[in-house]
């Protein structure tokens, strides 16, 4: 079966530990996509997502957000063909149930195009250092949550904190889909956003089936889409519960493993 569509994580999977991406996997997958669609699926927001897609062939699309918006690049700029925003209600609940456990984490808000916080702490200048990006900090930001619409929101902290607060949105059954891109970021949004959402709309447009899809990546917001898709790949560096679940496992994200898994299964 002729493989139309491919997708790739890109933190830990398509670019290395250096956040570049390799001249073997770029050229692996310009010659990719004279036959088929290449496709970023990341938590990265759009702005964070640009600088990849500008060294890619113009056909590139990217699912942002860990799902919650598909982009297309214009010039050196996006345009969102798809949005699934959080509802207020549910932003709401969420914060209320951080107050109430106490919970030491860093609260990150993405609109279509800003990355808000309400302090810049070690996490959020962290993740400025990975994306190259910058926050705005908005101390009152809580009380300014109505002015906005927001895709998603990232919470920082470390792995017990996490889990934690996992346990916690589990119990709540606030309408949120949420799970790790790493052992420290819960990834979080409207309910039954995630990138497999964003992959079934790129399927529905170009008119593909599951078994013409491959998906690679290395987290747990990686899942759904490794799943369904009929070729599955972890890289070597994924989570142990991804590669448990994956189809193949290819070369980590520092020894071309995108690169492999084009020349293996395209």
Same mark, same amino acid.
């Given at each position: 079966?002729?493989?139309?569509?491919? #997708?790739?994580?890109?933190?830990?999977?398509?670019? *290395?530990?250096?956040?570049? =991406? !390799?001249?073997?996997?770029?050229?692996?997958?310009? *010659?990719?996509?004279?036959?088929?669609?290449?496709?970023?699926?990341?938590? &990265? %927001?759009?702005?964070?997502?640009?600088?990849?897609?500008?060294?890619? !062939?113009?056909?590139?699309?990217?699912?942002?957000?860990?799902?919650?918006?598909?982009?297309?690049?214009? #010039? @050196?700029?996006?345009?969102?063909?798809?949005?699934?925003?959080?509802?207020?209600?549910?932003?709401?609940?969420?914060?209320?149930?951080?107050?109430?456990?106490?919970? *030491? =984490?860093?609260?990150?808000?993405?609109?279509? &195009?800003?990355?808000?916080?309400?302090?810049?702490?070690?996490?959020? $200048?962290?993740?400025?250092?990975?994306? $190259?990006?910058?926050?705005?900090v908005i !101390?009152?930001?809580?009380?300014?949550?109505?002015?906005?619409?927001?895709?998603?929101?990232?919470?920082?902290?470390? !792995?017990?904190?996490?889990?934690? #607060?996992? $346990?916690?949105?589990?119990?709540?059954h606030l309408?949120? @889909?949420? *799970?790790?891109?790493?052992?420290?970021?819960?990834?979080?949004?409207?309910?039954?956003?995630?990138?497999?959402?964003?992959?079934?709309?790129?399927?529905?447009?170009?008119?593909?089936? %599951?078994? $013409?899809?491959?998906?690679?990546g290395d987290?747990?917001?990686?899942?759904?889409?490794?799943?369904?898709?009929?070729?599955?790949?972890?890289?070597? @560096?994924? =989570?142990?519960?991804?590669?448990?679940?994956?189809?193949?496992?290819?070369?980590?994200?520092?020894?071309?493993?995108?690169?492999?898994?084009?020349?293996?299964?395209?």
């Amino acid at each position: 079966m002729t493989i139309k569509l491919v #997708l790739s994580d890109i933190d830990g999977t398509l670019i *290395n530990a250096q956040n570049e =991406l !390799p001249s073997k996997v770029q050229q692996a997958i310009i *010659n990719y996509s004279q036959h088929g669609t290449f496709v970023l699926a990341t938590a &990265r %927001p759009p702005q964070a997502t640009i600088p990849f897609m500008n060294q890619l !062939p113009q056909n590139t699309l990217a699912i942002c957000l860990n799902g919650s918006l598909i982009i297309q690049k214009r #010039l @050196n700029s996006f345009q969102a063909i798809a949005k699934y925003q959080l509802p207020l209600t549910s932003i709401q609940g969420l914060l209320t149930l951080l107050t109430s456990h106490h919970l *030491n =984490l860093a609260v990150n808000f993405f609109t279509e &195009r800003h990355w808000l916080v309400s302090k810049r702490d070690f996490w959020v $200048q962290n993740e400025e250092n990975l994306t $190259q990006t910058t926050a705005q900090v908005i !101390p009152d930001l809580d009380q300014q949550l109505a002015d906005h619409t927001f895709y998603k929101i990232l919470c920082m902290g470390e !792995p017990d904190t996490i889990n934690q #607060l996992s $346990q916690y949105l589990t119990q709540a059954h606030l309408p949120l @889909n949420f *799970n790790r891109s790493k052992a420290t970021y819960l990834e979080i949004a409207a309910q039954d956003v995630s990138k497999l959402k964003g992959m079934e709309f790129i399927m529905q447009k170009l008119n593909c089936t %599951p078994d $013409q899809t491959l998906a690679i990546g290395d987290g747990e917001n990686d899942l759904p889409m490794i799943n369904a898709a009929g070729i599955g790949v972890a890289t070597a @560096n994924a =989570l142990p519960t991804v590669k448990a679940q994956a189809q193949y496992i290819v070369a980590d994200c520092d020894h071309d493993g995108v690169q492999e898994a084009l020349v293996r299964f395209t």
